[in-house]
């Protein structure tokens, strides 16, 4: 079992940046996926964005077409820690936003956040 904790979510501007980020703890692996998702009231469940484990011991990020050249990840040396930075936030990211993980080579999110809101007002 894994457990992923979400932390940084809040109120802000548009234009401001915000960082959050993710922790997993339990049966956790540094080959697993991890992945943010978001979803706004009323709309589907959206990826931000996932890092992947890729020979030569370090990871590649794919990120959703909603936010690519404005959010940027970073995970820690031991994989077990994930931050999306968020830049030029707008309105319209106002969201749930969900850490997620699977292992490696699975294509499912098997463990899921709680999740942390973000507001961005106009």
């Known amino acids: 079992q894994v457990e992923l904790v979400e932390r940084g979510g809040g109120l802000v501007q548009a234009g401001d940046s915000l960082r959050l980020s993710c922790t997993a703890s339990?049966?956790?692996?540094?080959?697993?996926?991890m992945g943010w998702f978001r979803q706004a009231p009323g709309k589907d469940r959206e990826i931000v964005a996932d890092?992947?484990?890729?020979?030569?011991?370090?990871?590649?990020?794919t990120y959703g077409d909603s936010v690519k050249g404005r959010f940027t990840t970073l995970r820690d040396n031991a994989g077990m820690a994930v931050h999306l930075q968020r830049n030029r936030l707008k309105p319209e990211d106002t969201a749930v936003y969900f850490c997620?993980?699977?292992?490696?080579?699975?294509?499912?999110?098997?463990?899921w956040g709680q999740g942390t809101q973000v507001t961005v007002s106009s």
């Open positions: 890092t992947r484990w890729r020979s030569g011991r370090n990871y590649y990020t």
């Open positions: 997620a993980s699977s292992r490696f080579g699975v294509a499912t999110f098997d463990y």
């Open positions: 339990g049966q956790t692996d540094r080959k697993d996926t």
